[in-house]
């Protein structure tokens, strides 16, 4: 079953990412595949979950180390490459596509009727200015009607005059679409009902979501909160000795730097170098924002 994800949720969310470069332990085998991507399967259903398996390692390598493992990716899989059409050319395309998306990011944050219809009608020119007609129909088709869906639902929920309106108007107009579409969009809609259960407490938050996926799922989603929580309680009480050093007038600038690599590497073990290197950036963004 292809996977298709709603453009319009968490939009923003696909768009930024922290580039930094990551020095990956050598082995005999061809790197295809950043660290924290080595215990998954790369994901090669369609052109989109390739491309976007990819460049969900941004943060752990730099961009050409990215598509550098793509060629490599792409000379070890010849045939499923051109069974798909894909190839290094179109990967270039679609970062491309990428680099213009974080032009239109600041611009679009809400998702209310007007400003989900402009962002559509964007991303339909940008698409058009950078691929074929053909690789937009193999990349982006169901992408683009799942915008065009909320797009639709939203224009019938603020006309209809009952909800009994709405209900008969959006199953008319979920009877017109092929069942892959239809599944997509339900389950686009349950990981927007997931994602809003995270303001709840804990016992009403795990029995809302074992409503929607089951028990089993629910507990899993409970455990990986816990360990978010962690996470984060862990990098502020890091970020907050790191400030320490960072304004400890006796050490030089070399040694305030050797001091904080030390420190992250007694707070977090290797494969989050990475991710808390980029944490560190963003706080002292706000840092000198604030100042």
């Known amino acids: 079953m292809k996977k298709t994800t709603l453009a319009t949720v968490g939009v923003i969310g696909l768009l930024v990412g922290v580039v930094l470069l990551c020095d990956l332990s050598s082995t005999d085998k061809p790197e295809v595949q950043v660290r924290s991507q080595g215990d998954t399967t790369v994901d090669n259903?369609?052109?989109?979950?390739?491309?976007?398996?990819?460049?969900?390692?941004?943060?752990?390598?730099?961009?050409?180390?990215i598509e550098a493992n793509f060629k490599t990716y792409s000379e070890l899989n010849r045939n499923i490459m051109f069974e798909q059409g894909i190839n290094e050319a179109l990967f270039k395309?679609?970062?491309?596509?990428?680099?213009?998306?974080?032009?239109?990011?600041?611009?679009?944050?809400?998702?209310?009727?007007?400003?989900?219809?402009?962002?559509?009608?964007l991303l339909l020119a940008v698409q058009q200015q950078i691929f074929t007609s053909e690789e937009i129909k193999r990349i982006f088709s169901d992408e683009n009607?799942?915008?065009?869906?909320?797009?639709?639902?939203?224009?019938?929920?603020?006309?209809?005059?009952?909800?009994?309106?709405i209900y008969e108007q959006w199953q008319a107009e979920l009877d017109n679409l092929s069942p892959n579409i239809k599944e997509a969009f339900s389950n686009a809609a349950l990981l927007g009902s997931i994602q809003q259960t995270t303001t709840l407490?804990?016992?009403?938050?795990?029995?809302?979501?074992?409503?929607?996926?089951?028990?089993?799922?629910?507990?899993?989603?409970?455990?990986?909160?816990?360990?978010?929580?962690i996470f984060?309680?862990?990098?502020?009480?890091?970020?907050a000795e790191r400030l320490s050093i960072i304004e400890n007038t006796s050490l030089d600038n070399e040694m305030k730097v050797s001091s904080i690599n030390e420190l992250r590497r007694q707070w977090f073990d290797d494969k989050l170098q990475k991710r808390v290197q980029a944490l560190e950036k963003i706080s002292d963004s706000k840092v000198v924002t604030r100042e």
């Open 45 to 65: 259903e369609s052109p989109k979950d390739l491309f976007e398996y990819m460049l969900s390692g941004l943060g752990e390598s730099d961009l050409p180390g």
């Open 93 to 121: 395309k679609y970062l491309a596509y990428k680099q213009a998306l974080l032009e239109l990011a600041p611009q679009y944050t809400d998702v209310d009727l007007n400003s989900l219809s402009q962002l559509h009608q």
């Open 145 to 165: 009607m799942l915008r065009e869906l909320a797009i639709i639902k939203l224009t019938i929920t603020q006309q209809a005059e009952s909800p009994e309106q």
């Open 201 to 229: 407490d804990s016992q009403e938050r795990f029995l809302v979501r074992q409503e929607l996926v089951g028990q089993e799922a629910a507990a899993r989603l409970e455990a990986l909160d816990q360990q978010r929580v």
């Open 232 to 239: 984060n309680m862990k990098v502020k009480d890091y970020l």
